[in-house]
């Protein structure tokens, strides 16, 4: 009824979507329904037929997440930061995501982690070794969630990149982790991309979204210019996505062209969940 990833190590890894489907069958099960005869239901069936049955929806009396154990695993990271432990910052950061679940790493663990590093360089009290080491790690933790999510068959597709002279890629590859977790099926192209290389991805595997992360340096010319392009050259059903501190700090300016600003990753999560019900 659902196809779970798998870690390295074997643990099984359910994207929210798998945790509703689940959630859904037991309820719909409890009223009489046949297991049988849901099994191959679409989600949207199940949710149709959970309507039918006056059954409130899952996403709306959803509890939000614990913090319990994020900060003792944001301490840890920190440490193995400061000690130069490559290898026991990538083993906290993998323990965290299996422990706490995706969302939660991502939203209470990674994101804020990489803030504090950040800042600490830039006030320095964070080395610029610890900072190459750390983005490493956190560049490779990150690309095995992406690689351990496996889309089911329909699900919406989204591109995650940096647009061109943009090398700063965590943050889009915290919305492509966040992404795949909501049970989209995730292209992640990497920074810099040039926006003939992103329209034609996009096109090629039929892109209902496509997120760029836009942290440094801030909005010029030259990306405007190249976001009226990537608008211009897109299907009108297909949905441009911005995050970062850049592009927070100009959201007027680039709302204007047509894409829409996220501020979180959790603003993400629900612009995700409202684009894969129309879609």
């Known amino acids: 009824m659902v196809s779970p990833s798998r870690t390295g190590g074997g643990q099984r890894l359910y994207s929210d979507l798998d945790v509703e489907r689940?959630?859904?069958l037991r309820r719909l099960t409890e009223r009489g329904h046949s297991i049988g005869r849901l099994a191959d239901s679409s989600l949207a069936d199940l949710e149709r037929t959970a309507r039918e049955e006056n059954l409130p929806?899952?996403?709306?009396?959803?509890e939000p997440p614990s913090d319990a154990g994020a900060e003792e695993f944001r301490q840890a990271v920190l440490g193995a930061i400061r000690n130069l432990d490559g290898s026991e910052l990538q083993t906290v950061?993998?323990?965290?995501?299996?422990?706490?679940?995706?969302?939660l790493f991502l939203d209470r663990v990674a994101g804020p982690s990489l803030q504090e590093i950040?800042?600490?360089?830039s006030e320095g009290t964070v080395s610029i070794a610890q900072e190459h080491l750390a983005s490493a790690v956190f560049r490779r933790v990150l690309g095995w969630i992406l690689q351990v999510y496996e889309a089911r068959d329909g699900a919406?597709?989204?591109?995650?990149?940096?647009?061109?002279?943009?090398?700063?890629?965590l943050g889009a590859l915290l919305a492509a982790g966040a992404a795949a977790a909501e049970g989209?099926?995730?292209?992640?192209?990497?920074?810099?991309?040039?926006?003939?290389?992103?329209?034609?991805?996009?096109r090629h595997v039929g892109a209902s979204a496509v997120a760029l992360s836009v942290v440094y340096p801030k909005v010029d010319a030259g990306l405007i210019i190249d976001l009226e392009q990537l608008r211009s050259g897109l299907d009108t059903q297909t949905t441009i996505l911005l995050g970062g501190a850049a592009a927070i700090e100009d959201r007027e300016r680039l709302t204007a062209l047509g894409a829409q600003v996220v501020d979180s990753l959790g603003e993400l999560r629900?612009?995700?969940?409202?684009?894969?019900?129309?879609t």
């Open 57 to 62: 929806r899952l996403r709306e009396a959803k």
């Open 118 to 121: 950040g800042q600490g360089w």
């Open 93 to 103: 950061l993998e323990r965290a995501a299996v422990t706490l679940g995706v969302p």
């Open 22 to 24: 689940l959630k859904l």
């Open 270 to 278: 629900t612009t995700l969940q409202r684009l894969r019900e129309r």
């Open 156 to 169: 919406p597709r989204l591109l995650g990149a940096t647009p061109p002279r943009h090398v700063h890629e």
């Open 184 to 202: 989209w099926d995730v292209t992640y192209l990497g920074p810099d991309l040039p926006i003939a290389e992103l329209l034609g991805a996009a």
